[in-house]
């Protein structure tokens, strides 16, 4: 393991995929994080792959309970006793289909996971120890913010208002604590199967550089936007997409 830096991460939605690629990347260069993630049993798991306690900790829970949210910043503070950075990159997709059949219901679930909820973490973050002594936040959105998205246009709608927190937040934040964005395209998740289980070839020859996302593409451009080397850049989106926008659509 590398040498701690002294520095310590928050990552939410991290036993796996973006998250756990996200954390992985801090790790390796000397941070210690917290992660979070709705299942346990996958949560000891990935802390043992960062290396255990003495370089992460895992909180069970849903990112939208309130209750969830204080225990994990809590423990971040009482082990670690800081928090320089924050990474909101839990999110949920639960239909697919057109805006004008979506159930308001579902539509109010993907808006308090995927915007509500990354804004208590900022707050509670942001008390505990941003706000004195600064720090920064990433923000995961997607491509899909971007433009029409078929089949996913709540989510791309909250991903939009994701992008939209992010320069607002950057704005009353600043200078102490800046606050940027990714958005990627398709990443070879579990939580993405869908878009490209059994059709992968086909759906990577619309990408420019004719491949997927893979996790680390994502982790590494969060690492780089926590770190000193970006400490002038804050409210923007890093778009990571292997060139698919530059075709002028989405879908």
Sequence with gaps: MTEQSGRVAL???ASRGIGFAVAEALVARGD???ITGRDGKALEEAVEQLGGPGHALGVAG???????REAAVGLAMEHFGRIDALVNNVGTNPVFGSMVDLDLDAARKILDINVVSTL???QLVHRAWLGEHGGAVVNVSSVSALGP????GMYGASKAALVQLTQQLAYELAPAVRVNAVAPAVVKTRFAEALFAGHEEETAAAYPLKRLGVPEDVGGAVAFLLSDQASWITGQTLVLDGGLTLGGGLG
């Excluded at 998205?149 to 996913?152: D, L």
């Design 11 to 13: 990552v939410t939605g």
């Design 32 to 34: 210690r994080v917290v």
């Design 62 to 68: 849903k990112s939208h309970d309130p209750a969830h």
């Design 120 to 122: 208590g973490w900022v």
């Design 149 to 152: 998205a078929p089949g996913i």
